[in-house]
């Protein structure tokens, strides 16, 4: 008997319903059952399965093993915590980021269900998902908060692998808190906007406007075009620029956060006494930057 016969579809309720038709379809050709429209199993005669257990693997042994081995070079080099199960949750394969993950060796691990490894209700959770997948055959996404390694946090992908289920842990701690930063800031610019006597500005590396909020053009009477390009020591008054420009030297060469009380020259030549608080905006360890805040005198 040949193996090249064209399979043919059909649903798992038509099957379910007129078994006999299918079972002598089975006979001639597989039947592919579907549930929602996806392959789910495979309904053979025994004789056609017997024959596709003795078919020779010499042929492709080569290539078995080559796959094999390219699998193990990219588990090993993956960014990713990886874990496979069989269909009882039972650990049959991590790759070494896993293993730091959970703390343990794969000596310790493969062998062992997922529930005597990890136990607690949260850990619990991600095994229904691991059984959810095996049930469905499609893959689940989700995070978690690390249970072994408090302050972190895993982005989750559950997915089927041959012989069971396998799951990838991402850490996506760094993310999160970048995502709370922004949080932050975005608060903080909300809050800052509310007081109208408190200005934003930005300088580079060389002291220049680089950015400024809108209460800071209010309060220079400038425009954006105006100022940009222009040195914040420029519209000071001249009496206070040495004391201000050394300020800014010691916060960009890394020095503390610094308060500085000055005069601004704002539109028509009229002077504005302010407060300034200048801090350094840092990249890779460096300032390449100042913030600025102005708190105008009421």
């Not at 309904?43 to 093993?65: F, I, K, V």
């Not at 009882?88 to 529930?115: D, I, Y």
């Not at 309060?219 to 008054?237: K, M, N, Q, Y």
Request: negative net charge.
């Amino acid at each position: 008997m040949t193996n090249d016969s064209p399979a043919t579809h059909a649903t798992a309720g038509e099957v379910s319903r007129n078994f006999g038709q299918w079972q002598d379809v089975a006979l001639t050709a597989p039947v592919i059952i579907t549930h929602h429209g996806r392959p789910r199993v495979v309904l053979l005669s025994a004789d056609r399965y017997a024959s596709w257990n003795n078919l020779p693997m010499a042929a492709g042994s080569a290539e078995a093993h080559v796959a094999e081995t390219s699998r193990e070079a990219l588990l090993e080099q993956m960014a990713e915590g990886f874990i496979a199960l069989d269909p009882t949750l039972r650990v049959t394969k991590v790759n070494p980021v896993f293993e730091a993950l959970a703390g343990r060796s794969a000596g310790q691990l493969v062998g062992s269900g997922w529930s005597d490894l990890f136990p607690l209700p949260t850990q619990a959770v991600i095994a229904e998902q691991m059984r959810r997948v095996l049930r469905t055959g499609e893959a689940v996404e989700f995070e978690a908060d690390s249970t072994v390694q408090p302050g972190r946090c895993y982005g989750v992908r559950v997915f089927p692998y041959p012989g069971g289920v396998a799951a990838l842990f991402a850490n996506r701690t760094e993310e999160h808190s970048l995502r709370s930063r922004l949080r932050h800031a975005q608060a903080m610019q909300t809050a800052t906007a509310a007081l109208p006597r408190l200005a934003i500005a930005r300088l580079n590396i060389r002291g220049v406007l680089a950015e400024m909020d809108e209460d800071f053009l209010r309060l220079t009477g400038f425009s954006s075009a105006e100022l940009l390009d222009c040195r914040l020591t420029d519209i000071v008054r001249p009496s206070d620029r040495r004391a201000l420009s050394q300020a800014l030297e010691k916060v960009l060469q890394g020095g503390p956060a610094a308060r500085v009380e000055t005069t601004l020259l704002v539109r028509a030549g009229d002077e504005r006494p302010v407060e300034l608080s200048l801090a350094p905006v840092l990249h890779d360890g460096t300032a390449d930057g100042v913030m600025v805040l102005i708190l105008a005198e009421a």
